[in-house]
Each structure stands twice: as structure tokens, then as C-alpha cells.
Nanobody
Framework: QVQVVESGGGLVQPGGSPRLSCEVF????????MGWYRKAPGKQRELVAA????????NYKDNVKGRFTISRDDAKNKVYLQMNSLKPEDTAVYYC?????????WGQGTQVTVSS
């Protein structure tokens, strides 16, 4: 059984730098592309950052480039999202995704609220 478990969200002040973690169980993690998505109230879910298999190339949504960094530790079956200089508009539920071809596994999401 595949499980995707996110952690690290919460209430953060503007300018804060939390790190989200995602651990995946039940798959051959190294061959999966990993991504972080987010869904803000009233908006569609969007891709924030992605990293391909074996820690290859990364890509980011334009408005998080230079502020967010995605990384993975294949030995631990984990992917991380380091978020810096958070803004109120970054407030959303953040989801971890593991994908391989037509296979897609999602976590339950972790809320990040940016507010003073």
C-alpha cells in the first residue's frame, strides 16, 4: 500500500522560512518524479516545484523561483520543499505528489498559512 505523508506546515509569519517534508512508503522512490502542489481557497491546484527521478533537474512556478527549493533524499524516500521569504499569497494547502507514467500518488496535504 502506497502512503504519502506530508509534514511541516502551520502558521508562519510573512518572511518566514519553513520546510515541508514528504515521506513516501510502498514505491520504488528513486524512479518516481516528485512534486509539490498547492491549492489556495477559490483557486485550482497548481504545481509549485518538481524534481525528476534520481535527483535530476528541477522546475518551479515562476512566482516561487528564487524563494523555494525542492530537494530529495532517495535513501530516506523523502522530498523536501524549503520555502523562504513567504508571502501571504503563499497561503495554501500544500500537497506532495509522486508520479511515474500514469501512476500518481498524493498525500493528504499540509496547510501553510502566512499571516502576522
Amino acid at each position: 500500500q502506497v502512503q504519502v505523508v506530508e509534514s511541516g506546515g502551520g502558521l508562519v509569519q510573512p518572511g518566514g522560512s519553513p520546510r515541508l517534508s514528504c515521506e513516501v512508503f510502498g514505491i520504488s522512490f528513486t524512479i518516481y518524479d516528485m512534486g509539490w502542489y498547492r491549492k489556495a481557497p477559490g483557486k485550482q491546484r497548481e504545481l509549485v516545484a518538481a524534481i525528476i527521478e534520481h535527483g535530476g533537474s528541477t522546475n518551479y512556478k515562476d512566482n516561487v523561483k528564487g524563494r523555494f527549493t525542492i530537494s530529495r533524499d532517495d535513501a530516506k524516500n523523502k522530498v523536501y520543499l524549503q520555502m523562504n521569504s513567504l508571502k501571504p499569497e503563499d497561503t495554501a494547502v500544500y500537497y506532495c505528489n509522486a508520479s511515474l507514467g500514469s501512476l500518481n500518488y498524493w498525500g493528504q496535504g499540509t496547510q501553510v498559512t502566512v499571516s502576522s
